[in-house]
């Protein structure tokens, strides 16, 4: 059977143990059609980049879903018609993550890039010129106030 990540926001209003019978639900759901779900995660009230249904924050959920792609059409087909769920995505994939994800984990155990002075700097040139400089005049021009030479 093909694997699914499914992460769905909750509004901010629902209590949490709200969220975690929900979230039951929905895996029962999920056994009910011939599945398996592996893993949940409640990665608890997180704000939203933008307002949903006038909702600042919602109650974020994972769920690593091993099952036939109907009981998957089902559970989003449900999730649609709950006013509860804001928003949801489903993605396929090769294979689901076994541990915690890397929204469970605390900074000090995610892969370190390196310190930044090691990546090389992005965004200092500003059209051909240093942005602390200005554009070198041109010919004849006069020199406009505040221009350095």
């Known amino acids: 059977?093909?694997?699914?990540?499914?992460?769905?926001?909750v509004r901010q209003d629902v209590a949490s143990a709200q969220?975690?019978?929900?979230t039951e639900t929905y895996e029962t759901l999920i056994k009910d059609n011939?599945?398996?779900?592996?893993?949940?995660?409640?990665?608890?009230l997180k704000g939203l980049a933008?307002?949903?249904?006038?909702?600042r924050?919602?109650?974020f959920v994972l769920m690593n879903i091993d099952s036939p792609p109907a009981a998957v059409?089902?559970?989003?087909?449900?999730?649609?018609i709950n006013e509860d769920v804001?928003?949801?995505?489903?993605?396929?994939?090769?294979?689901l993550e076994?541990?915690?994800?890397?929204?469970?984990?605390?900074?000090?155990e995610r892969d370190e890039r390196g310190p930044r002075g090691d990546r090389p700097r992005r965004g200092r040139s500003f059209g051909g010129f240093d942005r602390d400089s200005g554009p070198a005049p041109q010919g004849d021009a006069p020199a406009i106030e505040g221009d350095r030479a």
């Open 1 to 9: 059977m093909p694997f699914y990540e499914n992460v769905f926001v």
């Open 19 to 22: 969220v975690e019978q929900l």
């Open 34 to 44: 011939g599945g398996a779900v592996t893993k949940k995660e409640f990665w608890g």
């Open 50 to 55: 933008y307002r949903i249904r006038k909702n």
């Open 57 to 59: 924050k919602g109650h």
């Open 73 to 80: 059409q089902e559970l989003e087909r449900n999730m649609r």
């Open 86 to 95: 804001l928003r949801y995505i489903t993605v396929r994939v090769d294979a």
């Open 98 to 108: 076994e541990g915690p994800s890397a929204m469970m984990q605390k900074r000090d």
